[in-house]
């Protein structure tokens, strides 16, 4: 990961404050540090995240569809050598499950740790996933953990400090069915960082690394169909149900097995718009750039 943040720009001097983090905190647990599936593209946003987390610092990925907030808080959590703990929050989420609840083991009542508990003992990076799909009451609980205080008070079994290694990343979309605004309480607890639409360069590395085979003429036309898509979603004409990286890349693994290109791209892409009319619009923009007769072996070598 320290190399490939040197190609992407980042000063030695920020490189040193994450290894820094590491040397003073090693992590000795079980949980496994996982290698990120993909890498994040994007110099000023790695600069500005890095920092924030090197500063101890909790960090709000804030942003549309496809910006890639999860795969930055994965690459964060890697590179500075840490497990993380991913809690999905929908409106159902409450307190108990956050910070854990009794269980009858063994015959005798034991506390069962959540993962927001389990994350803040071990020194873990915490991705509060959708975070403005929760409820208020909710997060309240992690208000003192979140602040200067850096606690975690659990009814009936006294009171957590944080590891000083724990960082929180939360993520949040707008528009989803289900957000809301987020509490401002809450929201005055994290430094935001607005997460830009990736980029055509960045686009084409991240297809590139992750699919060497597909030729320059392969990874252009799918940046360029890419582009297509956030244009028009951009001025309204389809939703941002098309403008989906996962799909894309799914789209293009399914060519690497020998599918169709206009296939793959319909099972990645046209079909996640279940409104006909929309569905027919980002069929149409496919069409404009591809064929229904391509063949996968065009665009791979």
């Known amino acids: 990961m320290r190399e490939f943040w040197q190609e992407q720009g980042l000063s030695e001097s920020l490189l040193a404050e994450v290894d820094r983090y590491r040397q003073q905190y090693p992590w000795q647990g079980e949980r496994?540090?996982?290698?990120?599936?993909?890498?994040?593209?994007?110099?000023?946003?790695?600069?500005?995240?890095?920092?924030?987390?090197?500063?101890?610092?909790?960090?709000?990925?804030?942003?549309?569809?496809?910006?890639?907030?999860?795969v930055l808080a994965e690459n964060l959590a890697a590179a500075f050598g840490r497990p993380d703990w991913n809690i999905s929050f929908h409106i159902n989420m409450d307190s108990t499950y956050l910070l854990g609840t009794d269980t009858f083991?063994?015959?005798?009542?034991?506390?069962?740790?959540?993962?927001?508990?389990?994350?803040?003992?071990?020194?873990?990076?915490?991705?509060?996933?959708?975070?403005?799909?929760?409820?208020?009451?909710?997060?309240?609980?992690?208000?003192?953990?979140?602040?200067?205080?850096?606690?975690?008070?659990?009814?009936?079994?006294?009171?957590?400090?944080?590891?000083?290694?724990?960082r929180f990343i939360a993520t949040m979309n707008y528009g989803y069915a289900g957000t809301r605004e987020l509490n401002e309480a809450l929201a005055s607890r994290f430094v935001v960082l607005q997460l830009p639409a990736i980029g055509a360069e960045d686009l084409e590395r991240l297809i590139?690394?992750?699919?060497?085979?597909?030729?320059?003429?392969?990874?252009?036309?799918?940046?360029?169909?890419?582009?297509?898509?956030?244009?028009?979603?951009?001025n309204g004409e389809i939703s941002s149900k098309a403008v989906d990286i996962r799909g894309l890349l799914d789209a293009i693994r399914l060519m690497e097995f020998g599918l169709g290109v206009y296939p793959a791209l319909s099972m990645g892409i046209i079909h996640k718009c279940f409104d006909e009319d929309?569905?027919?619009?980002?069929?149409?923009?496919?069409?404009?750039?591809?064929?229904?007769?391509?063949?996968?072996?065009?665009?791979?070598?």
């Open 32 to 70: 496994p540090v996982t290698e990120p599936r993909f890498r994040y593209y994007g110099r000023e946003v790695l600069e500005q995240a890095v920092t924030a987390i090197a500063a101890g610092k909790n960090l709000l990925l804030a942003g549309p569809k496809a910006t890639g907030k999860n």
């Open 105 to 166: 083991r063994n015959g005798a009542v034991e506390f069962r740790p959540g993962p927001v508990y389990e994350c803040a003992k071990a020194g873990g990076f915490g991705v509060l996933d959708e975070i403005n799909m929760a409820r208020n009451e909710a997060l309240a609980v992690l208000h003192s953990l979140l602040d200067f205080r850096r606690i975690l008070d659990v009814p009936g079994y006294g009171r957590l400090r944080l590891h000083p290694a724990t």
């Open 208 to 234: 590139g690394a992750e699919f060497p085979r597909l030729t320059a003429k392969g990874r252009r036309l799918m940046v360029e169909l890419f582009a297509d898509l956030q244009k028009k979603c951009e």
């Open 278 to 301: 929309e569905q027919e619009l980002v069929r149409d923009t496919v069409a404009l750039r591809i064929s229904e007769t391509m063949k996968a072996a065009e665009l791979f070598d």
